[in-house]
């Protein structure tokens, strides 16, 4: 086998590895939707799902992020001074106030930890982890610190970026 054939098929396989563990689900879907409605009507923010953030500045490997320059929470929010740009923008520099995580089937909980160490090292403000199989939200003001919701709980609460959220609403 040729040099080039070695790195195509090299190529395809870390493509493959990566869309196989960003694979999304039925669960990891509803609650990003749902979030996202929940946030869009509090027109304080910016809902932005899916953006991709400009983490270049840092060293993403001290934080065991498998990515190298890039890193795309499922939910970013920003202040609603950020808006559509008629010529677009393909990584995001200004990070956003909140960055949120929710964890699909074939996703390791310390991956995301891992995300946001460097979230915060960016200087997003808050992140939060939230786990669909176990109706769960954890809410970090800061990489050592979080505070959990459950369905025992009437809201979410993110003291940080003022906001409160019903969790029944969410699951």
């Known amino acids: 086998m040729s040099f080039v054939n070695e790195e195509v098929l090299e190529f395809e396989d870390n493509v493959l590895d990566h869309e196989e563990s960003d694979m999304g689900s039925l669960n990891h879907s ?20 899916e953006l991709t953030l400009d983490a270049s500045q840092i060293d993403l490997s001290q934080f065991g992020v498998k990515a190298k320059k890039d890193l795309k929470p499922d939910i970013s929010l920003y202040p609603n001074t950020v808006k559509r740009q ?14 949120i995580e929710v964890v699909s089937p074939e ?8 995300k946001f160490d460097a979230y915060f090292a960016l200087g997003v403000k808050s992140c939060w982890l939230v786990e ?16 959990t919701f459950d369905m025992h709980d009437t809201d979410i609460i993110d003291d940080i970026i003022d906001i409160r ?7």
């Open 30 to 49: 509803f609650t990003i939707g749902r979030l996202a409605g929940l946030l869009f009507n509090d027109e304080r923010f910016t809902v932005m799902p």
């Open 86 to 99: 008629r010529r677009d923008v393909i990584r995001m520099s200004q990070m956003p106030l909140l960055a």
């Open 107 to 114: 996703q390791a909980v310390e991956e995301i930890l891992g």
């Open 132 to 147: 669909p199989a176990v109706d769960v939200v954890h809410v970090y003001p800061q990489p050592d610190q979080h505070r």
């Open 165 to 171: 959220l019903p969790i029944q609403k969410i699951f």
